[in-house]
């Protein structure tokens, strides 16, 4: 291990945001290492370390010699390297909650890619039709499922949380207006973004406040 882990990524929100949220939340030393033009990562990628492993993706974490790929994995190495398991589900109950809820997650992040990506020059015309068709009603059920919740397991925060709140994030950024009418997903957040943590990342500098997707790429980020 090193004295501090390495969170290497993209400069934009995108999968890496709730990573940084996490960081900040356990305490752990880190540096935000941003890629801000593919042949950056391309000269990462093809040099060791990372050309040693045959995994090495976006986002990664390096720890020392320890190197994480796969995004859902450095949630679950960092709750351990910060002595916070409890952070991944603290009884079977939760941890089923918690695979719920990410499953969802998957499913709604899936429909903001599919919104975000239609075609330039058909995006004004399909936007309301394939948001309400791919990503609202995903949303409310969602909303629903957490109205009685203080996080998304129950009483305990976990990793999922911090997936969510960046799912609000850009709920709340595209579509304040339908964002509003979700009671559970709007309490969710605004009880995650004045954790003493979180808030004060939010109101530094190293906090990246836009974009959300790659620039060009996507119709809106």
């Known amino acids: 291990m090193g004295d501090k882990v390495v969170l290497g990524y993209w400069a934009i929100r995108g999968l890496a945001q709730p990573l940084r949220f996490y960081l900040e939340y356990l ?11 593919p042949e950056e990562w391309f000269a990462d990628v093809t040099s060791a370390p990372l050309n040693q492993h045959v995994l090495a ?32 589900g603290q009884n079977p109950k939760e941890q089923v909650a918690l695979a719920s809820v990410r499953g969802v997650l998957q499913d709604l992040f ?6 975000f990506t239609i ?13 309400n068709q791919l990503v609202f009603w995903i949303a409310e059920k969602l909303s629903k499922f957490l109205e009685n919740r203080k996080w ?27 964002f509003a009418t979700l009671v559970g997903l709007k309490n969710h957040n605004e009880s995650f973004a004045n954790l003493p943590a979180i808030k004060n990342y939010q109101a530094s500098d190293k906090m990246i406040a836009r974009p959300f997707y790659p620039p060009g790429m996507y119709r809106w980020g």
């Open 110 to 115: 899936k429909g903001l890619i599919a919104l």
């Open 27 to 37: 305490g752990l030393p880190y540096e935000d290492k941003r890629y801000y033009k």
């Open 119 to 131: 075609p330039e020059d058909q995006f004004e015309a399909k936007k309301e039709e394939q948001f």
């Open 152 to 178: 998304a397991v129950g009483d305990n925060l976990t990793y999922i949380d911090f997936q969510l709140f960046e799912a609000e994030e850009i709920l709340r950024n595209y579509k304040p207006e339908a």
């Open 57 to 88: 993706n976006l986002p990664y974490i390096q720890d020392g010699d320890e190197l994480v790929f796969e995004s859902q994995a450095l949630y679950v190495y960092l709750a351990y390297r910060a002595n916070k398991p409890e952070l991944l």
